[in-house]
């Protein structure tokens, strides 16, 4: 029953900045669901940007570290992606992705959003 929608993406100049929305439906984020984002770039696969733990844990891929910034806010049930410094590279599909143990295992998957930056 639980929908993800991102929001945010957009055409970016490199250099500049994009910040990313994930709406959660079902309260997946108040129920403290581990979220990250993830992108695929054309003609690759698709790969884990940044993850924020349930207890705050957050790991980024070497790719992003220092340029992007994770976050949580629980009581809206959204989680963000804020990107700084955006390169060519960084074009991709981006997907937020919640998991939940409790119940049960359960992995929930955005349908994406477009982030095109250009040289």
């Known amino acids: 029953q639980v929908q993800l929608e991102e929001s945010g993406g957009g055409l970016v100049q490199s250099g500049g900045s994009l910040r990313l929305s994930c709406a959660g439906s079902g309260n997946i984020f108040r129920r403290n669901a581990m979220a990250a984002w993830y992108r695929q770039a054309p003609g690759k696969q698709r790969e884990l940007v940044a993850v924020?733990?349930?207890?705050?844990?957050?790991n980024y891929a070497d790719s992003v570290k220092g340029r992007f910034t994770i976050s949580r806010d629980n009581a809206k049930n959204t989680v963000y992606l804020q990107m700084n410094s955006l390169k060519p590279e960084d074009t991709a599909v981006y997907y937020c992705n919640a998991k939940v143990f409790v119940p049960i295992d359960m992995d929930y998957w955005g349908k994406g959003t477009l982030v095109t930056v250009s040289s």
């Open positions: 924020i733990s349930s207890g705050g844990s957050i």
